[in-house]
T-cell receptor
Framework: GESVGLHLPTLSVQEGDNSIINCAYS??????FIWYKQESGKGPQFIID?????DKRQGQRVTVLLNKTVKHLSLQIAATQPGDSAVYFC???????????FGAGTTVTVRA | EAGVTQSPTHLIKTRGQQATLRCSPI?????VYWYQQALGLGLQFLLWYDEGEERNRGNFPPRFSGRQFPNYSSELNVNALELEDSALYLCASSRGQIYGYTFGSGTRLTVV
């Protein structure tokens, strides 16, 4: 079936370095993508979203890249901080699909 | 504005019992979504309610049910609890399909 998945389950990053979290999706009809951050004991928190008519979108210290040709999504975090340690989920929503489908998540650990 | 609120925060039940989880969406949001997040796993879609009606459900048995009230708050009921129902149950709300979700902090259900 169609699914959203992340390439790596864990990512260890040195504080101050840039982080890149990858996500592959298989539903070619997906037209809306979101990255969420989930800290321990909390619900997922919206980070940034992107629609299929764009290939890049920037927020504060974060950038999402979308490559529809290879159905790949990535989240870049600039100057990673200890507070960025969390599980990151990509999610996608296809046209006519009224729910978000989530990937398994990547655990990011920031080393001091 | 107040976020999505869920109650209770924690719930401990015995196998075979019933659990009721509650969710209040953000004011103005008419859609409520329920997800199950087992320990260390991703988010599995359970149910979607909009304008008081169940619009879609995921691959869960019928003992998982719920409803949405006229004020758009929602309940998730889990009957005949099994040990594997132990998980974080997340509620999210949105204004509609083209928008992302806002999640609550979840209810941690433990079945013993």
């Amino acid at each position: 079936g169609e699914s959203v998945g992340l390439h790596l389950p864990t990512l260890s990053v040195q504080e101050g370095d840039n982080s890149i979290i990858n996500c592959a999706y298989s539903n070619s009809a997906s037209d809306y993508f979101i990255w969420y951050k989930q800290e321990s004991g909390k619900g997922p928190q919206f980070i940034i979203d992107i629609r299929s008519n764009m290939d890049k979108r920037q927020g504060q210290r974060v950038t999402v890249l979308l490559n529809k040709t290879v159905k790949h999504l990535s989240l870049q975090i600039a100057a990673t901080q200890p507070g960025d340690s969390a599980v990151y989920f990509c999610a996608e929503n296809g046209l006519g699909d009224y729910k978000l489908s989530f990937g398994a998540g990547t655990t990011v650990t920031v080393r001091a | 504005e107040a976020g999505v609120t869920q109650s209770p925060t924690h719930l401990i039940k015995t196998r075979g019992q019933q659990a009721t989880l509650r969710c209040s969406p953000i004011s103005g949001h008419t859609s409520v979504y329920w997800y199950q997040q087992a320990l260390g796993l991703g988010l599995q879609f359970l149910l979607w309610y909009d304008e008081g009606e169940e619009r879609n459900r995921g691959n869960f048995p019928p003992r998982f049910s719920g409803r949405q009230f006229p004020n758009y708050s929602s309940e998730l009921n889990v009957n005949a609890l099994e040990l594997e129902d132990s998980a974080l149950y997340l509620c999210a709300s949105s204004r509609g399909q083209i928008y992302g979700y806002t999640f609550g902090s979840g209810t941690r259900l433990t079945v013993v």
